[in-house]
């Protein structure tokens, strides 16, 4: 079949900003089956295949490609199932461009191939089309406890159950799905994406048990004595940090985690919804990340007029996805980079009216290579906001390791583990995603989940 | 499911529910709390586990109806269940060594009062308790608390029950009376707490404080929960709900507990709009 020589990628549909900053529907629309085959033939397929080498999970993207090409989407879908267990959740949020698109040939002398976009459409028309429901595994009498919903506990409950195991997952949570259900937004993760995935989990017999905060109704010890013979921990890094800077206790602002929680799990932005939520005029969100993206995005959705991201690096520098920034450019939000809050300004009721910030410039890079910003002295200025929300990080929370004896941690609360397996300092106790990591990626979660899986059902095997 | 083993008066606003919660009932101790969601849609509430019964596998929760949430509560009744029910949350309260205690409840704080109470009560503790209340048609937990005490004291605004007066009075006279205590147990509305604080630190004596600020999940996610205590930040739901009460910016966690209070009443207003729709319909 010819090749496609165009040197840009063929551009995905998406929602107009003027239409979308009002809604919470999915602003990227997906490919059509004809857009998709006409990106798939612009891929050479590689025989070094360099953009597999830079996914953090290996799926041989030149082979799912080829099948697209060929139109065998089945077969695209089920190569990639061997290395992924979520690519319509990947798909839409993997930082492609920092991973296999940055690596791609294609690349060099125009647009990498759109390899996200492909992985998503594969996904959804497999979600679409595929009539064979999965069927239940055969079981094989052994018990394995996994806690936390997201995904990384849900890619090793599914893993696991397919072996053959007994499995039940505890979420803490009224919901089932981490992060993807409670952090990131409808409008860039449809939630019946995530629900059609947990439906699946139940289909092949996973147990999911919410509303079971470990540590508390029940500790790591008591999972075993029930008749588990292995656990894995992943239960994420959800432990809002703050700036400590004065102000941070007035009235209007938010961590992160509770501006997204109170929109997307308690879903605070349909009409009647019971739990409530600021609708902030002016909005300061703090940090570059995806998280701030997110909340920025929301706010805006909810009716802010102005919504400013401060962060103290350039705009090179935003840990957030390249998408998620330009669509947030394209919705207006004001970004104001080298830029750090030193103080949160409020009335005499105790609200929030203000923001103090200083400027900031890049200085010489430090032992890491990383260029540290430094603030300019006296450069501070204030901007009117009424609402404030913080997304400068997350850790794990404590109550796993407070309630785990031997299980070792580090410095910053992050559940040690020996190299690729996920193994921790205790024996049958396996861990991975951020609660091993610290706040990183949905496709590292998902890939330690599948370690773990692995691991654990050779540390099973083995024990006999 | 989370059934509704009982459902109990006490006062006109205030109620009692035994729910069955087998694994929580387990693992209960005094000081924790649960978060519940009535129906599918509701809202995620906190309540202090009022008592417990390992055996039987229920918690009974004590809940005044303040607002929406609360009156969706009410109208569920015994047989029935609600459709989340976690816990148990926050950490129990600290009695180790505990000789002589004063236990000061207000309001629907006595609920939350009560089993630290009897917990220390049964440990060997000498208890004297002071409850107050608004007026007489608001006592509760009168009968509870006797049993658990040595010396009860009932104080209301009115004076139209026990004796006329703030907690504080009551607690001022047992100190001056000679009372030594190892600590004082301080729950109820803010001001009250902090009003004991103000009073227990004069006399230099060590008071905990059962702080219940706005939450979200109870699992340290959220961080709405957060106060500030001894100038640090903390989250009331993985670090308390106890705290040092001589160390609580309690100026602060008054202004915070308001955060809500317009879309609050407006969710009251519907919700009592639907309850008096129902009492039309019933009635
Ligand atoms: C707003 C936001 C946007 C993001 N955007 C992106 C993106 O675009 N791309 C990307 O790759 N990554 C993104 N991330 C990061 C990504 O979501 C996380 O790295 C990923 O979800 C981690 O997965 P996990 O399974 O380790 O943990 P989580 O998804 O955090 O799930 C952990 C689960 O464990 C539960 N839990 C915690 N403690 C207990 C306990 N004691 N008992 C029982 N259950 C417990 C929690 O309730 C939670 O459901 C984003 C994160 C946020 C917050
Ligand atoms: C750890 C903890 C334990 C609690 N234990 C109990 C208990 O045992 N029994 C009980 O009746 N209540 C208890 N509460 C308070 C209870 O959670 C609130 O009364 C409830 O959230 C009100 O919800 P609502 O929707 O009915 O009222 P809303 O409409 O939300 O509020 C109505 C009014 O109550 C005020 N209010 C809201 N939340 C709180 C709060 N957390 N504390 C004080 N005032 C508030 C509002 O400012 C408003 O004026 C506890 C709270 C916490 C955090
Ligand atoms: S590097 Fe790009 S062109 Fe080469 S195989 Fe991978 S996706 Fe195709
Ligand atoms: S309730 Fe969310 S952190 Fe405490």
Redesign the interface.
């Known amino acids: 079949m010819a090749k496609n020589m165009d040197p840009k990628k063929c551009p995905m549909p998406v929602q107009e900003p003027e239409i979308r900053k009002n809604n919470f529907d999915e602003v990227a629309l997906g490919y059509t089956y004809e857009m998709a085959l006409k990106e798939a033939q612009r891929c050479l397929n590689c025989k070094n295949k360099p953009c597999r080498s830079a996914c953090p999970v290996s799926i041989d993207i030149p082979s799912f490609i080829e099948r697209i090409v060929n139109e065998d989407m089945e077969g695209a879908y089920e190569i990639i199932s061997q290395s992924s267990s979520l690519p319509a959740v990947c798909g839409r949020v993997c930082p492609q461009e920092r991973q296999c698109e940055s690596r791609c040939v294609r690349g060099i002398k125009g647009e990498s191939v759109g390899i996200g976009r492909l992985e998503r459409f594969v996904a959804d028309y497999h979600r679409e089309h595929s009539k064979n429901a999965p069927k239940k595994p055969e079981s094989n009498g052994h018990k394995v406890a996994i806690i936390g919903s997201g995904p990384s506990g849900l890619t090793a409950a599914g893993d696991l159950a397919k072996m053959g195991y007994k499995v039940t997952v505890y979420e803490?949570?009224?919901l089932a799905g981490g992060v993807l259900v409670?952090g990131i937004p409808e409008f860039r993760l449809p939630k019946i994406i995530v629900q059609k995935e947990i439906d699946n989990l139940k289909n092949i017999g996973v147990d999911i048990e919410?509303?079971?905060?470990i540590g508390?109704?029940?500790t790591v010890d008591e999972l075993f004595d029930m008749g588990n013979e292995a656990i894995y921990i992943g239960t994420g890094a959800?432990?809002?940090r703050?700036m400590?800077i004065p102000g941070?206790?007035?009235?209007?602002v938010?961590?992160a985690?509770?501006y997204l929680?109170?929109i997307n799990l308690?879903?605070a932005y349909k009409d009647g919804?019971?739990?409530?939520i600021?609708h902030g005029k002016n909005v300061a969100v703090v940090g570059g990340g995806n998280v701030a993206m997110d909340a920025a995005r929301c706010a805006k959705r909810m009716g802010a007029e102005n919504v400013y991201i401060v962060y103290r690096r350039g705009m090179n520098e935003l840990p957030a996805r390249k998408e998620e920034v330009e669509h947030a450019q394209e919705e207006d939000i004001i970004f104001r980079t080298l830029t750090n809050p030193v103080e949160i300004l409020g009335d005499e009721?105790?609200m929030v009216n203000g923001i103090r910030c200083i400027e900031m410039e890049l200085g010489e890079p430090d032992a890491s290579g990383r260029r540290s910003p430094v603030e300019k002295p006296g450069s501070e200025f204030s901007i009117e906001v009424d609402t404030v929300i913080m997304a400068i990080g997350t850790s794990p929370?404590?109550?796993i390791r407070s309630t785990t004896p031997g299980l070792d941690t580090n410095k910053k609360g992050c559940i040690v583990t020996d190299g690729e397996n996920g193994l921790t300092s205790r024996e049958g106790v396996y861990a991975g995603g951020d609660a091993v990591t610290g706040a990183a990626t949905v496709i590292l979660a998902m890939g330690a989940g599948k370690a773990a899986a692995k691991a654990i059902d050779e540390y099973i095997k083995n024990k006999g | 499911m989370y059934r509704i083993v009982k459902k109990k008066s006490l006062n006109p606003t205030v109620s009692l529910m035994e729910i069955e919660a087998p694994?929580?009932a387990k693992?209960a101790e005094p000081g924790q709390f649960i978060i519940f969601?009535a129906k599918e849609?509701?809202?995620?509430i906190p309540l202090t586990i009022a008592d417990y019964d390992r055996e039987k596998g229920t918690v009974t929760i004590i809940y005044q109806i303040v607002g929406?949430?609360t009156m969706e509560l009410d109208t569920l009744n015994e047989g029935e269940s609600l459709?989340?029910?976690?816990?148990?949350?926050g950490k129990p309260s600290e009695t180790e060594g505990l000789k002589k205690v004063a236990v000061i409840g207000g309001g629907v704080g006595c609920a939350i009062a009560y089993p630290i109470a009897k917990k220390l009560h049964n440990m060997g503790c000498e208890v004297h308790s002071v409850a107050g209340f608004r007026n007489k048609d608001l006592v509760i937990l009168e009968d509870e608390f006797k049993k658990v005490s040595d010396e009860l004291h009932i104080m209301t605004d009115d004076g139209s029950y026990g004796k006329k007066g703030l907690v504080t009075n009551a607690l001022e006279e047992l100190i001056r009376n000679g009372n030594q205590y190892d600590e004082v147990i301080a729950i109820g509305p803010l001001v009250m707490m902090k009003f004991v604080c103000l009073l227990t630190k004069k006399y230099d004596i060590k008071t905990i404080v059962s702080m219940n600020p706005i939450m979200?999940?109870?699992?340290?996610?959220?961080?709405?929960c957060?106060?500030?205590v001894g100038g640090k930040?903390r989250?009331a739901c993985?670090d308390g709900p106890d705290f040092d009460g001589h160390q609580v910016?309690f100026d602060?966690a008054m202004?915070?507990g308001?955060?809500?209070r317009d879309?609050?009443s407006h969710?009251r207003e519907s919700a009592c709009n639907l309850m008096k729709q129902g009492e039309d319909k019933n009635g």
């Open positions: 803490a949570l009224h409670y919410t509303n079971m905060v508390k109704v029940l959800g432990l809002p703050f400590n941070e206790s007035l009235k209007g938010y961590s985690n509770e929680t109170r308690m879903k919804a019971k739990t409530p600021s009721s105790g929370n404590p109550l | 694994l929580i693992k969601r849609d509701s809202e995620r929406g949430s459709q989340d029910f976690v816990g148990p949350l979200i999940d109870g699992t340290g996610m959220c961080g709405g957060r106060l500030t930040t989250f993985v910016d602060e202004h915070r308001t955060m809500y879309f609050e969710a």
